[in-house]
């Protein structure tokens, strides 16, 4: 890919038309015009510019990957910024999803605590059914149109960065190991818990709504921290992720479809 080809790229990811990037570093719209069609390069304080404006290295502006071997030419370019936002994206749909996991496995808790008064148990536990179904919709409205092209496309980040964030990566998976452990016990814990007393080996008692707090506890932990784990597992192991089976299949539908 090269240098024209990434800027046109890095521009369109921004939102800038080629007059506000030109206007943004000093320059005309011709200049950008050539520069994105490899007809020149930009002076060295407008390259600086650049690289402050995009959040990447000179370095990697400037070098053809396809001779420095660092990134797959056909590769979707993706910027700190980009990168930044799709994690905390992921995160609030995953925080979204655990609550709406979390919110229907505490309609149990009123199932359990009136045992006696159906009223009361069925209205409450219509309420966390519901909480839980809004709590899915806002997830699923939640993702931005924008990241999509990153679970469909091979990635390519600045070397710099993705050190950076394989570090950072590192250090958010030893604490959500932690986090992630008591979570997946909690659901254990649960579910056996509910199994036995539905098989007739425990009976029902107000002492479920805390069996019914652990296993929702334990799904909102779990969601979350492994949705979150995936995102950056998405940008900092894409190459794995880009050679599985199921990327190909995706791709080849893609490709397909594009062609109709």
């Given at each position: 890919?090269?240098?024209?080809?990434?800027?046109?790229?890095?521009r369109k990811e921004k939102g800038l038309?080629?007059?506000?990037?030109?206007?943004?570093?000093?320059?005309?719209?011709?200049?950008?015009?050539?520069?994105?069609?490899?007809?020149?390069?930009?002076?060295?304080?407008?390259?600086?510019?650049?690289?402050?404006?995009?959040?990447?290295?000179?370095?990697?502006?400037?070098?053809?990957?396809?001779?420095?071997?660092?990134?797959?030419?056909?590769?979707?370019?993706?910027?700190?910024?980009?990168?930044?936002?799709?994690?905390?994206?992921?995160?609030?749909?995953?925080?979204?999803?655990?609550?709406?996991?979390?919110?229907?496995?505490?309609?149990?808790?009123?199932?359990?605590?009136?045992?006696?008064?159906?009223?009361?148990?069925?209205?409450?536990?219509?309420?966390?059914?519901?909480?839980?179904?809004?709590?899915?919709?806002?997830?699923?409205?939640?993702?931005?149109?924008?990241?999509?092209?990153?679970?469909?496309?091979?990635?390519?980040?600045?070397?710099?960065?993705?050190?950076?964030?394989?570090?950072?990566?590192?250090?958010?998976k030893r604490i959500y190991a932690v986090?992630?452990?008591?979570?997946?016990?909690?659901?254990?814990?649960?579910?056996?818990?509910?199994?036995?007393?539905?098989?007739?080996?425990?009976?029902?008692?107000?002492?479920?709504?805390?069996?019914?707090?652990?296993?929702?506890?334990?799904?909102?932990?779990?969601?979350?921290?492994?949705?979150?784990?995936?995102?950056?597992?998405?940008?900092?192991?894409?190459?794995?992720?880009s050679s599985s089976l199921w990327f190909?299949?995706?791709?080849?539908?893609?490709?397909?479809?594009?062609?109709?």
């Open positions: 890919m090269a240098f024209g080809e990434k800027l046109f790229k890095l038309s080629q007059e506000a990037l030109a206007e943004q570093i000093g320059t005309t719209r011709q200049a950008i015009s050539k520069w994105e069609n490899n007809q020149g390069f930009p002076e060295t304080e407008k390259l600086l510019q650049l690289s402050n404006i995009f959040e990447t290295s000179t370095d990697f502006l400037l070098k053809d990957e396809k001779s420095s071997g660092m990134v797959n030419e056909r590769g979707y370019y993706v910027s700190r910024e980009m990168a930044t936002g799709y994690i905390a994206n992921q995160k609030k749909i995953s925080r979204y999803l655990g609550i709406g996991f979390m919110s229907w496995a505490m309609a149990g808790i009123p199932y359990a605590m009136f045992p006696s008064n159906m009223t009361w148990r069925f209205l409450g536990m219509a309420i966390f059914i519901i909480v839980g179904i809004s709590s899915f919709v806002l997830g699923s409205f939640s993702e931005q149109e924008q990241y999509k092209v990153l679970k469909e496309e091979p990635l390519i980040l600045d070397y710099g960065y993705l050190q950076e964030l394989s570090h950072l990566y590192q250090a958010k986090s992630l452990v008591p979570s997946i016990i909690l659901f254990i814990v649960g579910i056996l818990a509910v199994s036995f007393t539905m098989s007739g080996k425990f009976a029902w008692s107000e002492y479920h709504s805390f069996v019914f707090l652990g296993l929702a506890t334990g799904l909102f932990g779990f969601c979350y921290f492994a949705g979150v784990m995936d995102a950056y597992e998405l940008l900092v192991k894409n190459e794995q992720y190909k299949i995706k791709r080849r539908i893609k490709d397909k479809i594009n062609k109709l």
